[in-house]
T-cell receptor, first 112, second 113 residues
Framework: NAGVTQTPKFQVLKTGQSMTLQCAQD?????MYWYRQDPGMGLRLIYY???????DKGEVPNGYNVSRLNKREFSLRLESAAPSQTSVYFC???????????FGEGSWLTVV | QKEVEQDPGPLSVPEGAIVSLNCTYS??????FMWYRQYSRKGPELLMY????GNKEDGRFTAQVDKSSKYISLFIRDSQPSDSATYLC?????????????FGRGTSLIVHP
């Protein structure tokens, strides 16, 4: 049971480049999330998807887009990367009752 | 003011000490209260969750929720060097069909031998 899998684990981008972070879960969860984690800021919600076909903005959505491709997959896209988007990104999914959040291992992104 | 406040520490204790980690929150609609542990360069992993006010115990860990004071705590008994990690509190509320978890900034704990 892989849980939540996200790729890539490490990426270096130049300012203005685009990239997509991929995430997949095999627990049949409806809700999926993308967070970023920065020193001193904790985990901040970028976007979430309550179910297949729906997405909503979180606390810090600017500069990002998401796609809920199917129930398993939820991708995060940076259209034009900026140094302020240098961060660790975590994909997560929750059980139907909302009491347990499962995280991926993280994606370390550096924008130079 | 953030919805969830947590002292970032670091908190340094000797092995065997009782550790107390705390969070306060402002949103009275929060329904689930969770504690996560995060080791360096890893994703957070769930330690415990509670739904109501009171205590919940799991081995060396006790989670406590006081809804009237909007205050939650995690106690670690007989702390071990392997407990050294960042501890994040999290709270969730049902919004638009999905539980939206909100996290504290995390407290860095160091248990030295």
């Amino acid at each position: 049971n892989a849980g939540v899998t996200q790729t890539p684990k490490f990426q270096v981008l130049k300012t203005g480049q685009s990239m997509t972070l991929q995430c997949a879960q095999d627990m049949n969860h409806n809700s999926m999330y993308w967070y970023r984690q920065d020193p001193g800021m904790g985990l901040r919600l970028i976007y979430y998807s309550a179910s297949e076909g729906t997405t909503d903005k979180g606390e810090v959505p600017n500069g990002y887009n998401v796609s809920r491709l199917n129930k398993r997959e939820f991708s995060l896209r940076l259209e034009s990367a900026a140094p302020s988007q240098t961060s660790v990104y975590f994909c997560a999914s929750t059980t139907p009752g909302g009491n347990t959040i499962y995280f991926g291992e993280g994606s370390w992104l550096t924008v130079v | 003011q953030k919805e969830v406040e947590q002292d970032p520490g670091p908190l340094s204790v000797p092995e065997g000490a009782i550790v107390s980690l705390n969070c306060t929150y402002s949103n009275s609609a929060f329904q689930y209260f969770m504690w996560y542990r995060q080791y360096s360069r890893k994703g957070p992993e769930l330690l415990m969750y509670t739904y109501s006010s009171g205590n919940k115990e799991d081995g060396r860990f006790t989670a406590q929720v006081d809804k009237s004071s909007k205050y939650i705590s995690l106690f670690i008994r007989d702390s071990q060097p392997s407990d050294s990690a960042t501890y994040l509190c999290a709270m969730s509320v049902l919004t638009g069909g999905s539980y939206i978890p909100t996290f504290g900034r995390g407290t860095s704990l160091i248990v030295h031998p």
